[in-house]
């Protein structure tokens, strides 16, 4: 009798093991999509407190590097003193953000950090450090990339959903830059025609691995500027965007299954108390 006891215990174990397993990639990426947003929160607020001086000086030196980036364009590449003038463009607090990124059609709400380290890529979306900064301005193409597929954050994962003339915003300290899809491509990770500025343009391209899982190509989908918006509406309404909103039922699951665990070990030690 305590034989079988022990073996529905385990059968029990193993069952809510597996449901952790099935589970963890959910809420793993709740939880990174939560602490983007108190990232994206955090910066919104010092935008809010930055002098507005201040932020103009900021805006015109990083239009002064985009002009010296694009009579320069053919280097794919930083030196030192190079990257270390990049790191100080749009810096405004300790997180080491530029800004953020919304893509309302796939709900995408994320910060956008200096450079595409590794570390950069697993909690948000790196800028090319070769690339324009994201700004307003003619003869910019930035690049923005991110990564797909992982277990533990979704990030860019459905981009390749986004289709011709879709609409995505890149956030920079007040303004809020309204993107319009207008090319998908997908090219050799070596191939960066695409990726080159063109006179009087303003474009940004979102940059992901492709196809899903192998990873062997790039996957570009540039938008082209239409609007700049430099009101600060929303960031001073105090509405959350909708992919801000954390989705209840990954919490709930969450809960319920700590819960059941609690009941589990406490069955079986009663089971042990009485037997004793």
Known sequence: MRKQKNKRWRYRLLLLVGIAILLYPSLSNLWNESMA???IASYRATVKETDHGEEAEIMKKARRYNRALASAQEKIFLSGEEAKGYR???????NGMMGYLEIPSIRVYLPIYHGTEEAVLQKGVGH??????????????SV?????????????????QLREDDAFS????GSVLTYQVEQICV??????????IEPEKNYCTLMTCTPYGVNT?????????????????????????????????PVLIAGGFVLAVCLLIRKKRKGKEEIG
């Open 37 to 39: 947003s108190r990232v």
């Open 88 to 94: 100080k463009q749009l810096w405004l607090d300790e």
């Open 128 to 141: 090319l450090s070769w690339t324009s900064l994201p700004i307003e301005g003619k003869s910019v193409h």
């Open 144 to 160: 923005l990339s991110g990564h797909r597929g992982l277990p533990s954050a979704k990030l860019f994962t459905d981009l390749d």
């Open 170 to 173: 890149v956030h920079i300290l």
């Open 187 to 196: 090219v050799a990770p070596t191939e960066t025609e695409a990726l080159r």
């Open 217 to 249: 190509q790039r996957l570009l989908i540039r938008g082209i500027l239409t609007d700049t918006d430099t009101t600060q509406e929303r960031q001073e309404s105090g509405e959350k965007p909708q992919s801000e909103k954390l989705p209840l039922l």
